[in-house]
């Protein structure tokens, strides 16, 4: 059973440049989250995925869109990159079992470097 | 708003003895889980434990456990028999009803041989 993949591993970009990062759920989960950690943080949210939809964002700007796919695996794009959003981003996919039964699992991330 | 506090940016233990790393929360929901996940130098976070807030028992993994105090609201995660691959960044996690996930600043823990 995989677990959640996410490529690339690591990315070289250039301020002003657009960047796609991509992952693919843990079998069975049906929800997909994107985080942001920069060194030395806790990994802060950016949105999350639903049946295709945007079911919830966190405090980051219009610069990152994301979209999922009807296999469930989703996609990260930041446009006009800025030195700040030089990170390590993070997928996690999750399912709801119940009021109180849920998982979340993490990907290895790719860690994005802005020039 | 959810919050999630961790106090400790650094803990060092012995190998093979037990330690507590503290987390305490502050949420107005009713419902919330709580987790605690693993970041080895490697970038990837590894789930370790995970409790509701309607759970009667405090959850245990192995050789980690939460000592979860609703009244105090928190969580503490408890690593026993600890081993020099347990050292890594851990971080304390919450969620309400799947969203909403907030974490911590975590605390690196640094195993002694």
């Known amino acids: 059973d995989a677990g959640v993949t996410q490529s690339p591993t690591h990315l070289i970009k250039t301020r002003g440049q657009q960047v796609t990062l991509r992952c693919s759920p843990k079998?069975?989960?049906?929800?997909v989250s994107w985080y942001q950690q920069a060194l030395g943080q806790g990994p802060q949210f950016i949105f999350q995925y639903y049946e295709e939809e945007e079911r919830q964002r966190g405090n980051f700007p219009d610069r990152f869109s994301g979209h999922q796919f009807p296999n469930y695996s989703s996609e990260l794009n930041v446009n006009a990159l800025l030195l700040g959003d030089s990170a390590l981003y993070l997928c996690a996919s999750s399912i709801v079992q119940g009021p109180q039964t849920y998982e979340q699992y993490f990907g290895p991330g790719t860690r994005l470097t802005v020039t | 708003a959810q919050k999630i506090t961790q106090t400790q940016p650094g803990m060092f233990v012995q190998e093979k003895e037990a330690v507590t790393l503290d987390c305490t929360y502050d949420t107005s929901d009713p419902s919330y889980g709580l987790f605690w996940y693993k970041q080895p130098s490697s970038g990837e976070m590894i789930f370790l434990i995970y409790q509701g807030s309607y759970d009667q028992q405090n959850a245990t993994e192995g050789r980690y456990s939460l000592n979860f105090q609703k009244a105090r609201k928190s969580a503490n995660l408890v690593i026993s028999a600890s081993q020099l691959g347990d050292s890594a960044m851990y971080f304390c996690a919450m969620s309400n009803y799947g969203q909403n996930f907030v974490f911590g600043p975590g605390t690196r823990l640094s195993v002694l041989p």
């Open positions: 079998s069975g989960h049906d929800t």
